[in-house]
């Protein structure tokens, strides 16, 4: 949901149980994240199927009621690519966040 980071349970003990917490929301919080990514693909021009990795670096920012915290991110993704036709390929992959 895209509205989910406004949501947060507060417990009324330190061991959350489905009937000692309450939710709140709070409309004060916004995020941003900026990434740069770099990708290296693996061509063979004998094979359908190439390979590729990436890396990103960059931060995420975090501002609750006018109060900006930032944080570094990173990805890492991995994955193949099987061409189809000149134009198009599939690709198939996973990343780290």
């Known amino acids: ?3 989910s980071h ?3 349970a507060v417990g009324r003990d330190a061991t959350l149980t489905p009937d000692n917490f309450f939710v709140m929301k709070i409309d004060s919080v916004k995020d941003i994240s900026v990434m740069l990514n770099a990708c290296y693909d693996v061509m063979h021009t004998d094979l359908p199927v190439s390979p590729y990795m ?3 670096l960059g931060a995420s ?3 609750i009621a006018d ?3 930032s944080k570094l991110a990173y990805r ?3 994955g193949v690519s099987y061409k189809l ?4 390929s ?4 996973g990343f780290y966040h």
């Open 1 to 3: 949901h895209i509205e």
């Open 6 to 8: 406004n949501f947060v």
């Open 54 to 56: 990436c890396a990103g």
């Open 61 to 63: 920012f975090i501002n």
């Open 67 to 69: 109060h900006v915290t």
């Open 76 to 78: 890492g993704k991995v």
């Open 85 to 88: 036709t000149p134009e198009i």
């Open 90 to 93: 599939l690709i198939a992959g």
